[in-house]
Every structure is written in C-alpha cells, then in structure tokens.
Nanobody, 118 residues
Framework: QVQLVESGGGLVQPGGSLRLSCAAS????????MSWYRQAPGKERELVAR???????KTADSVKGRFTISRDDAKKTVALQMNSLKLEDTAVYFC????????????WGQGTQVTVSS
C-alpha cells in the first residue's frame, strides 16, 4: 500500500519560511517523479514544483526563486523549502508521485495547510 505523508505546514507571516516534507512508503521511490501541488480556496490545483530521480527540477513561475524542491531517494522523502512567503501562497499543499515505468501510476498525499497571514 502506497502512502505519502506530508508534514511541516502551518501559519507563517509574510516574508517568512516553511519547509514541507513528504515521506513515501510502499513504492520504489527512485522510479517516481515527485511533485508538490497546491490548491487555494476556490481555485484549481496547480503544480508548484517537480523533481525526478536525476535531480532535474521544474518550478512554477509564481514561486521561482523562492521555493526549492529536493529529494532524498535513500530516505524516500521529498521536501519543499519555501522562502519569502506571500499571502497568495496560502493553500493546501499536496505531495504527488507519478511513474510511467510500469503503467501509469499516480499517488497523492492527504495535504498540509500552509497559511500566510499577518
């Protein structure tokens, strides 16, 4: 059974930092592209950042230069370092894993709330 468990969300003031972490189990972690998505109230879920096993990353323009995604294949974890947080970063953040190596498999975490407020 695949599980993705996020942690690290919370309340932070504008300009502050948070670090989200996602621990995966039940899958061959290095076979999966790992991503963070977010969904704000009334908005569609959007990709924040993605990283594959080689270390290649893709980051949304809205967070480029502020957010950094990283992964540790040995520990089966993926992290999102969020700096210079803005009010508009408030959302539920979801961990996401995807592979096409043996059919298309996608898994989601339960989400963690990030609230940026003064």
């Amino acid at each position: 059974q695949v599980q993705l468990v996020e942690s690290g969300g919370g309340l932070v003031q504008p300009g502050g930092s948070l670090r989200l972490s996602c621990a995966a189990s039940g899958l061959t972690f290095s076979d999966y592209a790992m991503s963070w998505y977010r969904q704000a109230p009334g908005k569609e879920r959007e990709l924040v950042a993605r990283i594959i096993s080689s270390g290649t990353t893709k980051t949304a323009d809205s967070v480029k230069g502020r957010f950094t995604i990283s992964r540790d294949d040995a520990k089966k974890t993926v992290a999102l370092q969020m700096n210079s947080l803005k009010l508009e970063d408030t959302a539920v953040y979801f961990c996401h894993s995807e592979t096409r190596l043996y059919g298309h498999r996608v898994y989601w975490g339960q989400g963690t709330q990030v609230t940026v407020s003064s």
